[in-house]
């Protein structure tokens, strides 16, 4: 079946840009999961939807990131006025809910590399 | 706080040795553990988890990995590698308990299977 899905794969911005990127998650799942990579770095954790409630954001770097998930099954990541240290993959992951989020088995899409001039 | 620890910035091994790939946690309370593997442009791919129960956990592709309490390690180790084998390794934690939603990475193995 299809997996998760994330779209721009690449994305330039100029510093002071706007950026959205998208993720559809594995169809049925519960818990959506967005996380930053840098270079040569695992990911970082950034924010968790279960369904369509965002329950924790405490990763998001700045106020500047905003996450949304308003049907419970799409998903998009908005950066405001980029700044070159956002320059990052940007990692969707999606989970079925089975005994929760903490144990459930996420899956991950391939990715969107934001690079900002 | 939760944490990941992969000493080993890189393995190399010979096709058909064993491998292993060194992970150790530090959590507050138990753990639940995760190996994942990351292919060139390409997100990750879950080998293995260990919640609970057996501390030997068999994952995809002839992985396993082994859960050492004492020693708050779960290294990753596979009888006979391959060149396919050749990958980013990541290992994760998250602590058990309600409203635990983050997964903590380590900084990734990068592993290398020589022919």
């Known amino acids: 079946g299809a997996g998760v899905s994330q779209s721009p794969r690449y994305k330039v911005a100029k510093r002071g840009q706007d950026v959205a990127l998208r993720c559809d998650p594995i169809s049925g799942h519960v818990s959506l999961f967005w996380y930053q990579q840098a270079l040569g770095q695992g990911p970082e954790f950034l924010t968790y939807?279960?369904?369509?409630?965002?329950?924790?954001k405490s990763g998001l770097p700045s106020d500047r990131f905003f996450a949304e998930r308003p049907e419970g099954s799409v998903s998009t990541l908005k950066i405001q006025r980029t700044q070159q240290e956002d320059s990052a993959v940007y990692l969707c992951?999606?989970?079925?809910?089975?005994?929760?989020?903490?144990?459930?088995?996420?899956?991950f899409g391939p990715g969107t590399r934001l690079t900002v001039l | 706080a939760q944490s990941v620890a992969q000493p080993e910035d890189q393995v190399n091994v010979a096709e058909g040795n064993p491998l292993t790939v060194k992970c150790t946690y530090s959590?507050?309370?138990?753990?639940?553990l995760f190996w994942y593997v990351q292919y060139p442009n390409r997100g990750l791919q879950f080998l293995l988890k260990?919640?609970?129960?057996?501390?030997l956990v068999k994952g995809s592709y002839g992985f396993e990995a082994e859960f050492n309490k004492s020693q708050t390690s779960f290294h990753l180790k596979k009888p006979s590698a391959l060149v396919s084998d050749s990958a980013l390794y990541f290992c994760a934690v998250r602590a058990s308990g309600a409203g635990s939603y983050q997964l903590t990475f380590g900084k990734g193995t990068k592993l290398s299977v020589i022919p």
């Open positions: 260990y919640i609970t129960g057996d501390n």
């Open positions: 939807f279960q369904n369509e409630a965002q329950l924790d």
């Open positions: 992951a999606s989970s079925l809910w089975e005994r929760g989020p903490s144990t459930d088995t996420q899956y």
């Open positions: 959590v507050s309370g138990n753990p639940y």
